[in-house]
């Protein structure tokens, strides 16, 4: 009997070192084919533009291509969703917003677990900059938000639905500045802002970049930004100069599927790294006005428990409720 055990035991011990050893060995071949990168946004966002500055060049590192597919829907839960129940092998990330940090607390049966999710890299941050319609009657935080007391509900805001940065960053100008800017939410950042240059709403919170050509063609003007220090070459203001305190950043993470291997996050951060620490690239993050990072995997762990943190207190101050 004693002898049954311990081939028993044996046996037992071989398998997991023998699922360990494949587990292993695939790591080592990753990528096997083509990867999919989900984009839980609509076409036409910063989190297209940003997937753009890593992708190409990524998959060049790699030795196989990286398809961009975007799944919008319920600030990212519909892509979110897509990779959780994708196989833990590497062929599938995902590029996502700080909404990820705040969804657990305004979903409330989401169909995953987002400690679970495998961070591989906090990519960059970028503070919200808010542009308004370029006829409206004011040119300084301070005027827009003595016109909106003065007009309680009269200024909509366009945002890409409930949860996103953008509509907490929001109900933090309300909460703040004790002003009633209403929420109009859309199904993603390209349809706020064009409702915004189609004289449909007032303002928008976004990243600079998709701003930027709204401003060019004159229908919007650049105004504030939620980051603490002026802004680009325009040297937009903070929020902050006028409601001292006042910041807000979002941020950018690559995310792998629960379960992914660390050898596999190894290989990825490796890439990403060279890539970040390449002029042109920072380069390019510097014309975003974005701060490239390329973090660890420890570290963009720990960066998203500190947001799902903060994020909570956020939003609890806000007084929203999980649906």
Do not use: C
């Not at 240059?197 to 970049?209: I, L, M, Q």
């Not at 690239?281 to 963009?300: F, H, M, P, W, Y």
């Amino acid at each position: 009997m004693k002898g049954l055990h311990r081939a028993l035991a044996l046996a037992t011990t071989l398998i997991a070192f023998s699922g360990a050893s494949i587990a292993t060995a695939a790591a080592q071949d990753y990528p096997t084919g083509p990867i999919k990168l989900i984009i839980p946004y609509a076409p036409g966002g910063g989190t297209d533009a940003a997937a753009a500055v890593f992708s190409d060049k990524l998959g060049q590192i790699l030795g196989q291509p990286i398809i961009k597919e975007n799944h919008p829907g319920s600030n990212a839960v519909i892509g979110t969703t897509l990779l959780a129940e994708a196989a833990p092998d590497g062929q599938t990330l995902m590029v996502v917003t700080g909404a990820i940090a705040n969804n657990p607390y305004l979903y409330a049966n989401l169909p995953f677990d987002t400690e679970e999710l495998v961070p591989v890299s906090i990519l960059t941050t970028y503070p919200y900059v808010l542009a308004v319609r370029s006829d409206l009657p004011f040119n300084t935080m301070q005027e827009l938000i003595d016109y909106a007391k003065a007009n309680p509900g009269v200024l909509t805001a366009g945002t890409p639905g409930r949860g996103a940065g953008a509509q907490l960053v929001l109900g933090l100008l309300n909460e703040r500045a004790g002003i009633d800017i209403r929420d109009i939410p859309f199904k993603g950042a390209g349809e706020s802002l064009n409702a915004v240059a189609g004289g449909f709403v007032d303002v928008v919170f976004s990243g600079y970049e998709t701003v930027r050509p709204f401003v060019e063609s004159g229908k919007m003007k650049f105004f504030a930004q939620s980051g603490t220090v002026p802004l680009g070459e325009e040297q937009i203001p903070p929020i902050a100069d006028t409601l001292p305190g006042f910041e807000y950043q979002n941020w950018l993470a690559l995310i792998a599927p629960p379960g992914t291997p660390e050898n596999i996050t190894d290989t990825l951060n490796e890439g990403l790294t060279a890539i970040f620490s390449e002029q042109e690239v920072k380069d390019r993050l510097a014309g975003q006005n974005i701060q490239g990072i390329a973090s660890t995997a420890e570290e963009a762990k720990a960066y998203l428990s500190r947001e799902m943190s903060t994020s909570r207190s956020i939003i609890g101050t806000l007084g929203l409720q999980p649906e």
